[in-house]
């Protein structure tokens, strides 16, 4: 074959590779027109993971330390809770089979902090190991603060009675020194976003022997009380509850319940504090 028309053969057939391409494109903007009206899914993973968070700081929370079991005199003594005096720190929970809730909170700390700082937020832990003892919670919510934090999730898994299943989240009430005034409509918010989005990614059930709707309002805990940056307690299950415990102890599963973290925190986030739920009555 002589060469040129080898040549235009070759432009034919790129043509029609080209032709069919634009082809499928345009059949798949045309499917997307159909689906909703174009726009980015309204609180879906896909839609809130192209958000970057460039610019935005979180802190996340670890619950409890790998060295607070040995050390009672250190976590025992009474901190500033806002308005009225409580332990520095507490062991926490863990499943009958012995995994310790400090290790639950810090594992799916940095599991969320990976995700998150791949969406551009600069991303703080309160604690950098399993091993020491504290912080206090009056330090943890230092953190937050001195960082102003655009938000804050201190990260616990229950320990409820072992026939109650599910997971909740935990906004503040006014402190009862009435400093975290602020705090309270953001953070219920924030509450709201990330009771979506953790149900989204884990399929755990809200939690039924508490709160409503898998939420409950404090203001016993001094992480809450001594925030001025919006913040809330994620109670990821119950591991007191054989079921709630087969989950969490699946890395698979808590690979999941980070991006539900980071995507609650993302769907705050982008909405600027100004929509969510709104709180239980
Ligand atoms: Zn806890």
Known sequence: MPVRIRRILVLQMAGVVLLALMAGFALRFALNRLDGDGAAPAGGAAGVAAVSLAGRTIVLDPGHDGG???????????????GFDKECDTVGAQTAAGYPEHAFTFDLAQRTAVILRARGARVVLTRGDDTGVGPCI?????TGNDLRAAAVVSIHADGGPVTGRGFHVIAPALSPDKANATILAPS??????LRTAFGAATGLPLADYLGREGMTIRSDLGGLNLSRVPKVFLECGNM???TDAAALVEPAWRARAATGIADGLTAFLR????????PPD
């Open 271 to 278: 909405e600027g504090g100004t929509a969510g739920a709104a």
């Open 240 to 242: 007191s509850n054989s």
């Open 188 to 193: 219920t918010r924030l509450a709201g976003a």
């Open 68 to 82: 607070n079991s040995g050390a009672g005199a250190v976590i025992n003594r009474l901190v500033p809770a806002g």
């Open 138 to 142: 009056d330090q943890r919510a230092r």
